[in-house]
């Protein structure tokens, strides 16, 4: 589950402009704008929030998803 306010905090790790994440994505600018406004849990199919988590991947972001593991993201060392 991958939440509106990770999104912000990895693009913020990875310095990257909400271009940048949607180029890396294959989204659109639209859809990363829409999922960032999302306060919790993003509403988007499978597809869309498995292109995003590997977009951050590749940047060395990676997300703390686990449930118990607290909401977040950070840099690979």
């Known amino acids: 589950m991958l939440t509106g306010e990770q999104i912000r905090a990895a693009r913020a790790l990875a310095r990257w402009g909400q271009v940048e994440l949607a180029q ?11 999922l960032e406004k999302t306060h919790g849990v993003v509403q988007a199919n499978l597809k869309t929030v498995t292109a995003i988590i590997r ?21 690979l060392s």
């Open 24 to 34: 890396a994505a294959g989204l659109s600018v639209e859809t990363i704008k829409r």
């Open 55 to 75: 977009a951050f991947e590749g940047a060395g972001v990676v997300f703390e998803l686990e449930k118990g593991a607290g909401p977040g993201a950070r840099l």
